[in-house]
């Protein structure tokens, strides 16, 4: 599976605005791809945010998608920089694991 963090920098003064935009373009990206993305502040500097979106599937629709909703909520009005894309692939084995541990320790 592929999981996504997308980070970037949110203009201190539009933070509210720009925190009301990303959660609307979340929840559409979600209705239209099953995804249903994280939104996170880093502790001591909250106007670094990284979005999260993991065990994507189809990771060329997603992309479309994603790239399609940040375009149509015009995110980068309240950017301070670009935002950053990173995919990492993955697997639910370990998940898998732990459930039979559970099992086995019962």
């Known amino acids: 599976m592929n999981h996504y963090y997308i980070y970037y920098r949110v203009s201190a003064n539009h933070a509210d605005e720009a925190e009301t935009l990303v959660r609307s373009m979340q929840a559409r990206l979600a209705c239209r791809s099953g995804i249903r993305g ?14 999260v979106y993991e065990n994507v599937g ?9 790239e399609q909703a940040a375009d149509e909520f015009d995110l980068a009005m309240f950017l301070d920089g670009p935002r950053h894309a990173e995919c990492f692939l ?8 732990c459930a039979q541990d559970s099992v086995a320790q019962g």
């Open 38 to 51: 994280k939104l996170l502040k880093k502790r001591g500097e909250p106007e670094l945010w990284m979005e």
């Open 58 to 66: 189809q990771p060329e629709r997603f992309e479309r998608l994603l």
């Open 90 to 97: 993955g697997d639910s084995a370990p998940a898998a694991a």
